[in-house]
């Protein structure tokens, strides 16, 4: 990326915004007003003049880069060069990770479209994190903030914005006797992670190099910021609760430019707010500091797709999956997921923490027994996988080779580290296009004896329509008292505490609008999101309160401040006000967010 140079002397972005028509936007009395009831765009005269750029270019220490946005040489000629060297890289996220004017999700049908900033402010420390955030009050702009950009509903990109990108800070760094600033109490284990760590960085740091463990995600690729500031599953949260719930302090430039330190002890309704009250929305986080876990000797998996003959077979095999899962399944060993499909298969990809290889064998010779004694009505398809392996080594990368375990894809591009990895299972996550998406927290309600058959026949009647994915670790009911009260004081929705499991349907294509050849299939889309609903109301028929996962939910969500934040909205909006009055701070559905409108840039009312 070119640094800024020659801009400043020159008129902007082609729509005759020069020095002297913009030279007002450096005076003081013309900053931003409280309350103020549009944000400032490129096209506007009052956009900040060169010189006003120049000066923040300067703070934060020649930083401030113009945005290029490398899908626009496909818009322009699939056949160039740069196109290409687009297509080459588009599917690995790290490519993606490095652009600031990319994101790893580039769209959702009718809802958005990944766009770049007109100014990225690539911040190491935070100082220039506070430059930005002044920088963006004063002068009315729309603000973002992005480390791994990843959020499905765009909140990690907008048109004519400035960007705050942590990418560069992801130092780690361990600590065997920490104390929150200004606390007293035990000094414990953890680990302070940048805000553009990665997961994959933070596991390499704590689990394969320190031996330990730290509640994060289960995409290797998410930022740990977003993550934790989200609520935040892991594959292992059944036992460890939330990353939210793991969240000790953290760093955060709030509205006012302060670098501030919020934990159980200072600032502490800002502290609560970041544990789950949705990212970019109360702050720009600078770092995080997190709970370090002992590390069990194994962790394992239970990997099987099983075919049924026909729909009445498959009614069976739900009915008997749901028992065998109350029965031998619910508890704070096994997490991940179950998917339900339209064709009648059961696909199980499931992970086990703390059991041995024969112990996980015991556990699932029940249910294969049951399955061999219809043949006629169900399969197996391929060598089921049942085992575990040393908890240390699950994100080794080496380790994985060694051992023929073919689980993770790699960054190849010239020069990238060997740790840049990432699941070959979150493959189709890497530049999609989403039809839509929605989840439902499933309550433990549901597998009690007089429910779970109407459980079995409403994921059978949902698959009927899209393909229903049960993720069990997402759900805390079964887990250990100390997880499940570690999130009870966290922003996230109450109703996880009681949730055996998080019901996600989804559907996405690829491509990108204007480029030839490559468009996303709007029409499929749009059948797609009916269907999705459709299958996600059979499940709603039978849970009595309609909650979700902000990170991962219909960015057409309905009554989304109950959905994702239950009885907690208003003491979050409470928060809101007091540390972001003026809203600098705008994620689509939001806390918030319903006072602006839905570009965030036109204050309502």
Same mark, same amino acid.
């Given at each position: 990326?070119?640094?800024?140079?020659?801009?400043?002397?020159?008129?902007?972005?082609?729509?005759?915004?020069?020095?002297?028509?913009?030279?007002?936007?450096?005076?003081?009395?013309?900053?931003?007003?409280?309350?103020?009831?549009?944000?400032?765009?490129?096209?506007?005269?009052?956009?900040?003049?060169?010189?006003?750029?120049?000066?923040?270019?300067?703070?934060?220490?020649?930083?401030?880069?113009?945005?290029?946005?490398?899908?626009?040489?496909?818009?322009?000629?699939?056949?160039?060069?740069?196109?290409?060297?687009?297509?080459?890289?588009?599917?690995?996220p790290y490519y993606i990770g490095d652009q600031p004017g990319l994101t790893q999700t580039l769209g959702w049908v009718d809802a958005w479209v990944s766009k770049p900033s007109v100014y990225v402010v690539e911040a190491s420390n935070a100082?220039?994190?506070?430059?930005?955030?002044?920088? #963006?009050?004063?002068?009315?702009?729309?603000?973002?903030?992005? %480390?791994?950009?990843?959020?499905?509903?765009?909140?990690?990109?907008?048109?004519?914005?400035?960007?705050?990108?942590?990418?560069?800070?992801?130092?780690?760094?361990?600590?065997?006797?920490?104390?929150?600033?200004?606390?007293?109490?035990?000094?414990?284990?953890?680990?302070?992670?940048?805000?553009?760590?990665? =997961?994959?960085?933070?596991?390499?740091?704590?689990?394969?190099?320190?031996?330990?463990?730290?509640?994060?995600?289960?995409?290797?690729?998410?930022?740990?910021?977003?993550?934790?500031?989200?609520?935040?599953? +892991?594959?292992?949260?059944?036992?460890?609760?939330?990353?939210?719930?793991?969240?000790?302090?953290?760093?955060?430039?709030?509205?006012?430019?302060?670098?501030?330190?919020?934990?159980?002890?200072?600032?502490?309704?800002?502290? =609560?707010?970041?544990?789950?009250?949705?990212?970019?929305?109360?702050?720009?986080?600078?770092?995080?500091?997190?709970?370090?876990?002992?590390?069990?000797?194994?962790?394992?998996?239970?990997?099987?797709?099983?075919?049924?003959?026909?729909?009445?077979?498959?009614?069976?095999?739900?009915?008997?999956?749901?028992?065998?899962?109350?029965?031998?399944?619910?508890?704070?060993?096994?997490?991940?997921?179950?998917?339900?499909?339209?064709?009648?298969?059961?696909?199980?990809?499931?992970?086990?923490?703390?059991?041995?290889?024969?112990?996980?064998?015991?556990?699932?010779?029940?249910?294969?027994?049951?399955?061999?004694?219809?043949?006629?009505?169900?399969?197996?398809?391929?060598?089921?996988?049942?085992?575990?392996?040393?908890?240390?080594?699950?994100?080794?990368?080496?380790?994985?080779?060694?051992?023929?375990?073919?689980?993770?894809?790699?960054?190849?591009?010239? %020069?990238?580290?060997?740790?840049? #990895?990432?699941?070959?299972?979150?493959? +189709?996550?890497?530049? =999609?296009?989403?039809?839509?998406?929605?989840?439902?927290?499933?309550?433990?309600?549901?597998?009690?004896?007089?429910?779970?058959?109407?459980?079995?026949? #409403?994921?059978?009647?949902?698959?009927?329509?899209?393909?229903?994915?049960?993720?069990?670790?997402?759900?805390?009911?079964? +887990?250990p008292r100390e997880a499940i009260e570690a999130t009870r004081d966290t922003a996230t929705n109450p109703a996880v505490l009681n949730a055996f499991a998080l019901a996600i349907v989804g559907d996405a294509g690829g491509g990108y609008p204007?480029?030839?050849?490559?468009?996303?299939?709007?029409?499929?889309?749009?059948?797609?999101?009916?269907?999705?609903?459709?299958?996600?109301?059979?499940?709603?028929?039978? &849970?009595?309160?309609? %909650?979700?996962?902000?990170?991962?939910?219909?960015?057409?969500?309905?009554? =989304?401040?109950?959905?994702?934040?239950?009885?907690?909205?208003?003491?979050?909006?409470?928060?809101?006000?007091?540390?972001?009055?003026?809203?600098?701070?705008?994620?689509?559905?939001? &806390?918030?967010?319903?006072?602006?409108?839905?570009d965030g840039f036109v204050r309502k009312g």
């Amino acid at each position: 990326m070119a640094a800024l140079g020659p801009l400043w002397a020159r008129e902007l972005w082609g729509t005759g915004n020069s020095l002297a028509r913009n030279v007002g936007s450096a005076n003081p009395q013309n900053a931003a007003r409280a309350g103020a009831q549009n944000r400032r765009r490129p096209s506007d005269a009052n956009w900040p003049s060169p010189s006003a750029w120049k000066r923040l270019n300067d703070e934060v220490d020649g930083n401030l880069i113009p945005v290029e946005f490398p899908i626009e040489a496909c818009v322009k000629d699939t056949g160039s060069a740069a196109c290409q060297n687009l297509l080459n890289n588009i599917h690995n996220p790290y490519y993606i990770g490095d652009q600031p004017g990319l994101t790893q999700t580039l769209g959702w049908v009718d809802a958005w479209v990944s766009k770049p900033s007109v100014y990225v402010v690539e911040a190491s420390n935070a100082d220039h994190i506070a430059a930005a955030v002044n920088f #963006a009050r004063e002068n009315d702009l729309r603000l973002v903030v992005k %480390g791994g950009g990843h959020s499905y509903q765009g909140t990690s990109n907008a048109a004519d914005s400035l960007l705050v990108w942590t990418r560069r800070m992801h130092d780690i760094t361990m600590h065997d006797t920490f104390v929150p600033q200004g606390c007293k109490g035990s000094p414990q284990r953890a680990v302070t992670l940048g805000s553009g760590a990665i =997961w994959m960085q933070a596991y390499d740091a704590v689990t394969t190099k320190g031996g330990a463990y730290v509640q994060g995600g289960g995409c290797t690729t998410v930022g740990v910021a977003g993550l934790v500031q989200g609520g935040g599953f +892991g594959s292992f949260s059944k036992h460890y609760g939330t990353a939210a719930a793991g969240l000790l302090e953290a760093e955060v430039i709030t509205a006012d430019g302060k670098v501030r330190i919020a934990n159980a002890c200072t600032n502490p309704d800002l502290f =609560w707010a970041l544990k789950g009250g949705g990212g970019g929305t109360f702050g720009a986080v600078s770092k995080v500091t997190l709970r370090a876990r002992e590390l069990p000797e194994f962790w394992g998996a239970a990997i099987l797709t099983v075919k049924a003959a026909s729909d009445e077979a498959f009614r069976r095999l739900l009915r008997y999956f749901v028992d065998f899962y109350r029965e031998h399944l619910f508890n704070d060993h096994w997490g991940e997921q179950a998917r339900m499909t339209s064709d009648n298969v059961l696909d199980l990809v499931m992970v086990c923490h703390d059991l041995s290889t024969e112990e996980v064998k015991k556990i699932w010779q029940p249910f294969l027994d049951w399955i061999a004694r219809s043949p006629s009505a169900y399969s197996i398809g391929g060598q089921p996988i049942l085992g575990s392996m040393p908890a240390r080594h699950w994100w080794d990368v080496e380790w994985r080779q060694q051992n023929h375990q073919a689980v993770f894809s790699l960054d190849r591009r010239p %020069g990238a580290s060997s740790n840049n #990895a990432w699941w070959t299972g979150d493959a +189709g996550q890497v530049a =999609w296009f989403l039809y839509g998406y929605e989840s439902l927290w499933m309550p433990a309600s549901l597998l009690e004896d007089d429910s779970r058959e109407r459980l079995a026949q #409403a994921l059978f009647a949902g698959s009927r329509h899209k393909d229903i994915e049960l993720h069990f670790n997402k759900g805390l009911a079964g +887990g250990p008292r100390e997880a499940i009260e570690a999130t009870r004081d966290t922003a996230t929705n109450p109703a996880v505490l009681n949730a055996f499991a998080l019901a996600i349907v989804g559907d996405a294509g690829g491509g990108y609008p204007g480029v030839q050849g490559h468009e996303p299939n709007v029409e499929a889309g749009r059948k797609a999101r009916q269907e999705i609903h459709k299958c996600v109301n059979e499940l709603r028929a039978i &849970v009595p309160q309609d %909650g979700a996962y902000v990170s991962e939910s219909n960015f057409f969500q309905e009554n =989304w401040q109950q959905a994702y934040w239950g009885g907690n909205y208003e003491r979050l909006a409470a928060v809101k006000k007091k540390y972001d009055p003026t809203g600098l701070f705008f994620v689509h559905n939001g &806390v918030g967010s319903e006072e602006w409108s839905e570009d965030g840039f036109v204050r309502k009312g």
